[in-house]
């Protein structure tokens, strides 16, 4: 299985940006599909973005797209959350996540924290105003 542990949270005002990153326990060679969760107090955990690893291909939650990128450093074993112009609404823990999806259409449709079984601690994103 994969052990994953995030780092890169903080506090900022509104407008500004942050990285998070996600490393993973070890190295590997296989294909995953890799995704950012965040959750609110009081609030359902949902789906920031995904990328999966075979091409890299890329899938966005609607309240994010254009402000947040993510990337990968596969060698490094390492994903990333490139947060920027950052909102109120933003502030969350945010988690990354891991599964071993059958191909790229299916990680990138994969909305629900039930569908990955691999989780991070989670690190803390506070957004004032």
């Known amino acids: 299985q994969v052990q994953l542990v995030e780092s890169g949270g903080g506090s900022v005002q509104a407008g500004g940006s942050l990285r998070l990153s996600c490393q993973a326990s070890r190295y590997t060679y296989s294909t995953y599909c890799l995704g950012w969760f965040r959750q609110a107090p009081g609030k359902e955990r949902e789906r920031v973005a995904t990328?999966?690893?075979?091409?890299?291909?890329?899938a966005y939650a609607d309240s994010v797209k254009g402000r947040f990128t993510i990337s990968q450093d596969s060698a490094q074993n390492m994903l990333y959350l490139q947060m920027k112009n950052l909102k109120r609404d933003d502030t969350a823990m945010y988690y990354c996540?891991?599964?071993?999806?059958?191909?790229?259409?299916?990680?990138?449709?994969?909305?629900?924290?039930?569908?990955?079984?691999?989780w991070g601690q989670g690190t803390q994103v506070n957004v004032s105003s």
């Open positions: 996540a891991a599964t071993l999806p059958v191909s790229s259409r299916f990680c990138l449709q994969l909305l629900r924290a039930g569908s990955f079984p691999y």
């Open positions: 990328l999966y690893t075979g091409d890299g291909s890329t």
